[in-house]
């Protein structure tokens, strides 16, 4: 039983334009969600956070998006550029810590000249 | 100032045997987190340590998997009896804090491991 998902495997999206990445959860009791990018061969790297308590932050070129009612979250990145090319986990808690975050299993993001 | 750092970053067993994979953590950190990357699949929360105690092993097979974090020393994640469904890319992460902290975990490259 999957509690965070990632229904998109892969996207490709031209330099330059917006990437918009998305993660479902069905748990309503994570309270805290994050988004991890990995590159191949690599362990994954923080990216950017959000807790269930505000439906938006924003960190340079990426801006996360919180809908609690929808139980919904996606990931912005503008302009896209191809050091974005990377795999992209969502990650939820219950607690606001760190302990078990539940992650999704990632969508590859392609960023196309 | 070295991030955390896990070893070997590859392992190759044959079934039956065991396997140890280690983590040092971010300096000054003492929260530790072993997760696993089965092949396209993301990652699963295996257990939470601080030094000398397990926290929560909610991931944890019941049987072969086992973890420590001594008072001095790396984390060790210990698998015994391999089988190749252990075959996965096993992941440490630290962070400074535990509970209540800002969630976020400073991950190591991984260890391979390999069953043949």
């Known amino acids: 039983d999957q509690q965070v998902k990632q229904n998109s495997p892969s996207l490709s999206v031209q330099e330059g334009r917006i990437s918009i990445l998305n993660c479902d959860y069905t748990?309503?009791?994570?309270?805290?969600f994050l988004w991890y990018k990995k590159y191949p061969a690599e362990g994954p790297t923080f990216l950017i956070s959000?807790?269930?308590?505000?439906d938006k932050n924003e960190d340079g070129r990426f801006t996360v998006f919180l809908n609690k009612s929808a139980k919904h979250l996606s990931l912005h990145i503008v302009p896209s550029q191809p050091g974005d090319s990377a795999v992209y986990f969502c990650?939820?808690?219950?607690?606001?810590?760190?302990?078990?975050?539940?992650f999704g299993k990632g969508t590859h993001l392609i960023i196309q000249p | 100032n070295a991030g955390v750092m896990q070893n070997p970053r590859h392992l190759v067993r044959r079934r039956g045997q065991e396997a140890r994979l280690r983590c040092s953590p971010m300096?000054?950190?003492?929260?530790v987190y072993w997760y696993r990357q089965l092949p396209e699949e993301g990652l699963k929360f295996m257990v939470y340590?601080?030094?000398?105690?397990?926290?929560?092993e909610s991931g944890m097979p019941k049987e072969r998997f086992s973890a420590e974090f001594p008072k001095e020393g790396p984390s060790i994640l210990r698998i015994q009896q391999v089988v190749r469904g252990d075959s996965a890319a096993y992941f440490c992460?630290?962070?400074?804090?535990?509970?209540?902290?800002?969630?976020?975990?400073?991950f190591g490259e991984g260890s391979r491991l390999t069953v043949l």
């Open positions: 992460a630290s962070s400074p804090r535990g509970h209540l902290n800002t969630g976020e975990l400073f």
């Open positions: 748990n309503s009791m994570f309270d805290y």
């Open positions: 959000i807790s269930s308590i505000k």
């Open positions: 990650a939820a808690s219950e607690g606001g810590g760190a302990d078990g975050l539940t």
């Open positions: 300096k000054g950190h003492s929260h």
């Open positions: 340590l601080q030094k000398e105690n397990i926290i929560d």
